[in-house]
C-alpha cells in the first residue's frame, strides 16, 4: 500500500493498493473518486448507492442481481430475463425487436411492423376490389365475371379468409342466373347435390313482371368464411351462367341505361384474414 501526503496542508492525497507484482488494484484519490483496476468480488453482499443508504444492488442468489430503490426490491436480473416486480413499471419510448422478422411479444401477443400478428380473431388484413364497368354474358357454362375477383396472401397456414360480395345483375327476361364462388379454380360455398337440383354459391330463379322488362334488377349478396390453409397467394372470383343463351345476364346494369328509370351500380369483393 502507498499512501501520498498532501504537503501543503499535510492531508492524505491518495491511497494506491497494490499487487505484489506491483499493478495497482485500487486508487482513493482526495476528491477524484475511486478507481478499481481489477475484478471487485462482492461475493454476495450489498452495493449500497446512495447517501441514505435505501439504494442498492445486490447479488445474494446465486445467477440473480436484485435491484432495491428507496427501500423495495423494484427489480430483478437474471439469465436472459430483466424482471419488474410487483409495483414496479417500466417507461420507454421504443420497443423494438432484436432479431429481424421476430416481432416483439407482450403477454403473448406478437407485435410485428405495426401490427398484432397471432390475436385469435383479429384481422390481419384486408383486401377490397370494387369495380364500376358491368359485365354480361350469354353462356350456358359458368363464365368468370370480368373483374369480380380479388387476391390475398395469408400471414399463417391456419388464418381463415372472410368472403363478403354484393353486386347487382338485370335482364329483359330472367336467366335464371346462377352463381358460383371459386377459390382458385375450385368451387366453394356452393349448396348439397339434391335429386336433380343446381349446386350454386347464389342463385335466382324469378321471373320479372311483364312490366318490368329491362328495368329488372336485384341486388345480391354473399359472405363465406374460408379456410385455405395456405401461406401463398389465394384468389377469390365469381362465375355465372344462364340457363338459355337467348336469355343475357347483366352484372353491375339493367339490361337496358337509356334513361333514369334504368340503373349502373358497383360490385364489390372484400378479403380479411381473420387470424386464429
Known sequence: MAVEIDGAN??????????????TALTIADGGGTTVNTSLDMNGTELI????????????????????????????????????LSGSEIKTNTINETT?????TID???????????????VAQVVSVSKTSSFNTNSTSYTDITGFTASITPSSSSSK????SNWMWGSSASPYPDF??????????????DTGATQVSVGNNTDPAGDEGNIQQ?????????????????TYKWQTRTFNSGRVIYVGRTADVSDGNRATAPTNITLMEILQ
Open 218 to 234: 336485384e341486388q345480391l349478396s354473399h359472405h363465406f368464411l374460408d379456410s385455405p390453409s395456405s401461406t401463398s397467394e389465394v
Open 49 to 84: 448507492l446512495d447517501a441514505d443508504a435505501d439504494t442498492s444492488i445486490t447479488a445474494d442468489t446465486d445467477d440473480q442481481i436484485d435491484v432495491r430503490i428507496a427501500g423495495a426490491d423494484d427489480f430483478k436480473i437474471t439469465a436472459n430475463t430483466f424482471e419488474a
Open 180 to 193: 358460383i364462388l371459386l377459390r382458385g379454380s375450385t368451387s366453394i360455398n356452393i349448396g348439397d347435390s
Open 108 to 122: 403473448s401477443l406478437v407485435i410485428k411492423d405495426q401490427k398484432i400478428t397471432n390475436m385469435v380473431g383479429m
Open 10 to 23: 499535510n492531508k492524505v492525497k491518495t491511497v494506491t493498493l497494490a499487487f505484489t507484482d506491483g499493478d
Open 161 to 164: 379468409i372472410l368472403v363478403i
Open 100 to 104: 429481424s422478422g421476430s416481432g416483439v
